[in-house]
């Protein structure tokens, strides 16, 4: 009983041991940020060298709370305050670490088909009842258009409050750094839904007909005889097994990738970035924050989540959705860490491949927001009568972009082709797309963990871990 009490004791002073260790290390940077600054500016007569040192010595703080801590989400943080001074200190070699961010994510894309495939297949088939598997979809859709269509609103609100795109000077024509995008028809847009190869599907990385596929066979699976049927069940249960065990491995590489994708951005752009675009740049995370707070939130509030486990479940695959600018890599943590607080593995499996083509809240925001970004860039008056309309084509040409960087750049010249809008502004927007699309992309993999709660808590199957 004394060992027993002992280590409770131990236990509870390394905890609050390592929390003031967190708010010296936090407390260490934001004055050698503060002194960088001042420096910068002029008040302070401080060599870089000496301003670089301070500020390493600043982080080595933070890099003994990671040690004593030694869970991947700290690390992960760690690695990018570490990603952001390497960036800093040397933009010229940190342009060579993008390729380690590259190989990450080519690893973690490798398992996006199969383990959709795995999981629908067994959400689907593996059902008892098929008619919940349509109930679910049909709650599923629901829920999803209403949340990613008040996101839309939300960004049309933001950017005409601050105008953010008015009196913006433009820069000479780069367009060779983007290739032009054709006008997308209605036409094209439900064929883009359909496969018509599923190994041409997989090769091109269509999340959305990737699900179509997976959905229809696990339809198809769920129809045949009990003896037909288990082999299959068993092989797609297995199959999600191994690829979540293969996520486990590849998530060993994650504090590198992250901390190099961070130097990368940084030495690429630098923090200068911030100051010429910050009132684009505050309008979209002010505009998430708000989606964040004021819809989100009270859903979670309402279906009753336990809103701390919930936090503590999803900062790995958001801090790895954040670094990465991808949802598609957050997935397979997210779905595990869905299943860890209470929400059933047929629930998870069925509604976050859902959610990843069509509840993109952070990128329907992003994408009314940056639209009439644009226009304002370019001095167009849109009407409001055509804002909605912008509204409503987002609506079906956002769906299935989720799983790679930047697709929502595509997106953005399609609608503007669309509405005739001009391309020339979003070259200022390419600037900084690295930084608004970690914002979205984190308010993405938010929105379709707290999706799964939400059907599983409406079919009433959610059973909270303790």
């Known amino acids: ?57 600043a982080i080595s703080t933070l890099v003994y709370y990671g040690f004593l801590k030694r869970n991947l989400t700290t690390t992960i943080l760690v690695s990018m305050v570490i990603g952001v001074e390497v960036g800093l200190d040397f933009p010229e070699f940190s342009q060579n670490l993008k390729v380690v961010s590259q190989i990450f994510l080519r690893l973690i894309k490798s398992i996006i088909a199969p383990l959709l495939f795995g999981t629908l297949v067994y959400g689907i088939a593996g059902h008892s009842n098929i008619k919940q598997v349509g109930r679910m979809g049909w ?38 750094e983007i290739l032009p ?22 090769y091109d990385g269509a999340v959305l007909e990737i699900v179509v596929f997976s959905i229809l066979f696990g339809v198809a699976t769920a129809m045949i ?14 199959l999600s097994e191994v690829m979540f065990k293969f996520t486990s491995l590849i998530m060993y590489l994650a504090p590198l990738a992250v901390g190099c994708a961070i130097a990368y951005t940084v030495g690429h752009m630098g923090l200068g970035i ?25 859903v979670a509030l309402l279906i009753k989540l336990p809103i701390k486990k919930f936090l503590h479940a ?40 859902m959610g990843y083509s069509f509840n993109l809240d952070g990128t ?5 927001l940056a639209s009439v970004f644009v226009a304002q860039a370019a001095g167009i008056e849109l009407t409001i009568g055509t804002q909605v309309a912008m509204v409503f084509t987002l609506m079906l040409t956002s769906k299935g972009v989720a799983g790679v960087p930047r697709a929502s750049l595509v997106i953005l010249l399609g609608t503007l082709a669309s509405f005739g809008l001009p391309i020339e502004p979003v070259f200022i927007i390419l600037g900084i797309d690295e930084l608004m699309d970690m914002a979205r992309t984190s308010v993405n993999v938010i929105g379709n963990c707290l999706a799964t709660v939400v059907i599983a808590k409406w079919e009433g199957e959610f059973h909270e871990t303790t």
């Open 225 to 238: 005889s009990e003896n037909h049927r288990r082999p299959i069940i068993l092989f797609v249960e297995s």
């Open 1 to 57: 009983m004394a060992n027993k009490e002992q280590n409770i004791v131990s236990f509870l002073y390394c905890s609050v041991n390592s929390k003031w260790i967190l708010w010296g290390s936090l407390a260490t940077i934001a004055i050698a940020g503060l002194i960088s600054y001042l420096a910068i500016s002029g008040w302070l007569s401080l060599s870089e060298p000496t301003l670089a040192a301070l500020r390493w010595l």
């Open 139 to 176: 709650k599923s859709i629901l829920y999803f258009e209403i949340v990613t269509t008040i996101a839309l609103f939300i960004g049309l609100i933001a950017i005409n409050i601050t105008k953010a795109g008015v009196g913006i000077q433009l820069p000479p024509n780069t367009s060779s």
């Open 314 to 353: 999803i900062a790995e695959p958001v801090s790895i959705a954040f670094a990465t600018t991808s949802s598609e890599s957050a997935l397979p943590k997210a779905m595990k860490a869905m299943e860890h607080i209470g929400v059933p593995r047929k629930i998870v499996a069925f509604v976050m491949p």
């Open 274 to 298: 911030l100051v010429n675009l910050i009132k684009l740049l505050l309008t979209l995370y002010a505009a998430l924050l708000f989606f964040l707070v004021a819809v989100l939130f009270p």
């Open 364 to 368: 329907t925001l992003y994408l009314a």
């Open 181 to 202: 995008a054709n006008k997308q028809t209605i036409t094209d847009v439900i064929l883009h839904i359909f496969p018509e190869n599923i190994a041409k599907s997989i």
